[in-house]
């Protein structure tokens, strides 16, 4: 089946740095959506982002089919942005697989 | 409707007995998903419906899991003679498949269970 990698594992900022967390899969995808799940277990939706670049406020992502990767930018972070970040990936309209998450620390 | 709800939102239950959990869809979805997460680890799928039809069971973790979608509405999942190792975070989602391409998934808020 379809892999889903996700780095870094950990990452600690101070408030207000900026932050790249990386999404790699090893196959052609439908679909692609970065989560935040937040301290009581939510999935918070981000970005649904099978190809190009979005942005909202002081995040953006961009996903490079073709290069099967996508990317989560996170600027002027802030304590509320701490928590794990996944993407996940569907492949021939079925279900969604998760990467292992990157989990987020914004120290104030 | 705002958005998918799951109850219980907790649930604790003695080894060996049967829980069943509830999830209620974004209306107008037609797919609806069900993954399982422990604790340091991302979702794990488990089943999918699509309307009323379950399209994927092979990925149940045992035969003690079993999921329905009657209406095509709500589903339920059960699982029987539970586990210490059913102790996790069960989640459900939903979204809209036109023409087999599904759009975005939205989550519900998930049932923890704890079994004692």
């Known amino acids: 089946g379809i892999q889903v990698e996700q780095s870094p594992p950990d990452l600690i900022l101070q408030e207000g740095a900026n932050s790249t967390l990386r999404c790699n899969f090893s196959d052609s995808v439908n679909n692609l959506q970065w989560f935040h799940q937040n301290p009581w277990g939510q999935l918070i939706n981000l970005f649904y982002?099978?190809?190009g670049t979005k942005q909202n406020g002081r995040l953006s992502a961009t996903t490079v089919a073709t290069e099967r990767y996508s990317l989560l930018y996170i600027s002027s972070s802030q304590t509320t942005d701490s928590g794990v970040y996944f993407c996940?990936?569907?492949?021939?309209?079925?279900?969604?697989?998760f990467g292992p998450g990157t989990r987020l620390s914004v120290l104030p | 409707d705002t958005g998918v709800s799951q109850n219980p939102r907790h649930k604790i239950t003695k080894r060996g007995q049967n829980v069943t959990f509830r999830c209620d869809p974004i209306s107008e979805h037609n797919r609806l998903y069900w993954y399982r997460q422990t604790l340091g680890q991302g979702p794990e799928f488990l089943t999918y419906?699509?309307?009323?039809?379950?399209?994927?069971k092979s990925r149940l973790l045992s035969d003690r899991f079993s999921a329905e979608r009657p209406k095509g509405s709500f589903s339920t999942l059960e699982i029987q003679r539970t586990e210490q190792g059913d102790s996790a975070m069960y989640l459900c989602?939903?979204?809209?498949?036109?023409?087999?391409?599904?759009?975005?998934?939205?989550f519900g808020q998930g049932t923890r269970l704890t079994v004692v």
């Open positions: 419906f699509q309307n009323e039809a379950q399209l994927e």
């Open positions: 996940a990936v569907e492949l021939g309209g079925q279900n969604f697989v």
């Open positions: 982002i099978p190809s």
């Open positions: 989602a939903s979204s809209r498949v036109p023409g087999g391409v599904s759009t975005e998934a939205f």
